[in-house]
DNA sequence: ATACATTAAATGTATATACATAATTTTGGA
DNA sequence: TCCAAAATTATGTATATACATTTAATGTAT
């Protein structure tokens, strides 16, 4: 549905506050798909992102800092995600020995054995955003890069 | 920056799945960029966002589930959103005399005052939108609407 | 070697949000 | 008319988030 509809505003200062707003509405509206899809789950969609994060360093245990580097939403307390992640027995902690203040993060067998399940039914999700052919989801990849400068 | 550089992601499934992470990431990068601002004048962007609808409605007032209607988030508890406000003196809540279930709110004289003082400084963020011409603007909006479906 | 600054992670705390449920009023059919 | 269903707003509660502070370890300049 166009914006006008959906917040019932039929007229824009001009078209970057529109952009505002519909950039606002969309990500909203794209961050409630995600999270359906991975409450049947049981997770948040930043717990999902950590797992990803964690299971593309492979082998590797990787800091807490440098997950949020990697996070798509930074956000300040990866501690505590970490800690519910970890009750869940999806990720470990190991204290690195070079620096011992620093806490290396590793997925565990059960947090892959997740992702998978979950992988398996996201095709659904994708589904959702076919009102856009491939070139078009490109070329609206390419306009949000370049809106962030 | 690009999206990869952002997240350190330099490979994805396919652009759907690219496009999602962008959206979700650009959603938040804006919504930054709008708390920000807002700050200064104590709100947050769904209280500015209740305000501004309330001041387009001009005289006169207008039910809970309306602003919820109207709202670019639509999150389930307004009543709370409006006691925040309230507190603040920048609405006021009226009984509605036909249907006493519903509660009409209207903005006061201090909550159109300070918008105006919001948007006095709202060029500044809207400079931050520039990386993209006019054209380019409308071009991603017409991208996000056709995205919903 | 010591003092001071910096870094990494965790924690405290206030506020925001999601989601279920309640309280009140209105509506609409038997 | 009367009663169940629906509508409107408010509240309870658990969790999430933002932001400041703390704790511990390391780096750096003197």
Redesign the interface.
Known sequence: ???EE????YHFQ??????????????????N??SKHLKEFGLT?QQYNVLRILR?QKENAISVNAIS?????KMSNVSRLIDKLKAKKLVQRKINKEDRRQVDIEITASGLELIKKIEAKEQN??N?????N?T??????E???????
């Open positions: 549905m166009k914006l959906e917040i019932k505003q001009n078209e970057y506050q529109k952009l505002m707003i519909n950039q606002l509405f969309t990500g909203k509206w794209i961050s798909i995600i969609s593309g580097d990697r996070m798509i939403d999700m994708f959702q955003l076919s009102a856009l491939e078009e989801a490109k070329q609206l990849n306009l949000l890069d370049k809106l962030r400068g």
